[in-house]
Structure formats: structure tokens, C-alpha cells
């Protein structure tokens, strides 16, 4: 378990290294592909956004969510990211909309600072923009 401390431009330096932000969307987007078809059906993307619990807590404190209102809730998510209407998510919009929801996030955050404590192998972006901007204060020392 580790504690990084990340702000927006974390978060905006990560999503501009376009090397290393298509990796490890790629990379996610493979785990999620659960039948390996290269696309995410509505399933697999609500399997995401479950394990994730988002929806289900509030400031780390379960909230009950009626079934229906998390159902509406992930049909908009994913009618979201499938920005063509198919009905799956192709690698190409799964990228487009974690870019728009990581820049987001790094809007929110601006320059203030948090703190986030993770387990050493939490494999979310947050915790891979920390790690690249560690890597990058370690190969560029002031």
C-alpha cells in the first residue's frame, strides 16, 4: 500500500503522454474485452463500472441505489461511450471517452493537490499518472 499525492496536471500530463496513456487504455480495454471480440458489450462495460463501485458509495459509505436506477444509470454510461450507436464499444471510443472523462477529472482537481492512498497493484489511471510522474522526477532530478 502506498500514498500518492496527485493534481490536475498529474492527471493532464498523463493523458498528453499519448505513448503511455494509449497503453494503458489499450491494455485495460483488453481486460475488460472478456470474450476477447476486440469490442465491449453492454455487459462488460456495466462489469466494469460495478467493480468499481462509483455508483454504489458515497465518500466510501455504501449507498442503496434501487436496481432500476443503477440500470438507468449504466445504460446512460454506455450509451456514452458507444458514440456511433452500434451497441458495442469499439477500442477507438473506449479510448475518446476516458480521455474526455480523465481530462475531467483533471479539470476538477485544477492545482490542488490530493492524497490517495492504493494498493500497490491498483492498476487504475490515477495511480499510473502518479507512477509516470514519479518516473519522470527520478530520470529528470532538479
Do not use: W
Not at 69 to 90: A, H, K
Not at 91 to 102: D, G, V, Y
Not at 109 to 130: N, Y
Request: aromatic share 8%; proline share 3%; with cysteine.
Amino acid at each position: 500500500m502506498g500514498v500518492v499525492i496527485i493534481d490536475g496536471s498529474t492527471v493532464r500530463a498523463f493523458v498528453t503522454d499519448e505513448e503511455e496513456f494509449k497503453k494503458s487504455v489499450d491494455e485495460r480495454f483488453a481486460a475488460l474485452d472478456l470474450n476477447n471480440d476486440g469490442v465491449l458489450s453492454r455487459s462488460e462495460l456495466r462489469k466494469a463500472f460495478e467493480s468499481l463501485r462509483l455508483l454504489e458509495s458515497h465518500f466510501g459509505v455504501d449507498v442503496v441505489t434501487p436496481p432500476e436506477q443503477l440500470t438507468q444509470l449504466y445504460n446512460s454510461i454506455f450509451e456514452r461511450f458507444d458514440c456511433d450507436g452500434s451497441g458495442t464499444v469499439d477500442l477507438q471510443e473506449f479510448r475518446s471517452e476516458m480521455k474526455k472523462i480523465l481530462l475531467a477529472i483533471a479539470d476538477g482537481l485544477g492545482s490542488c493537490p490530493i492524497q490517495m492512498v492504493l494498493e500497490d497493484d491498483d492498476q487504475s489511471f490515477l495511480k499510473k499518472a502518479a507512477d509516470l510522474e514519479a518516473a519522470k522526477l527520478h530520470s529528470n532530478p532538479s
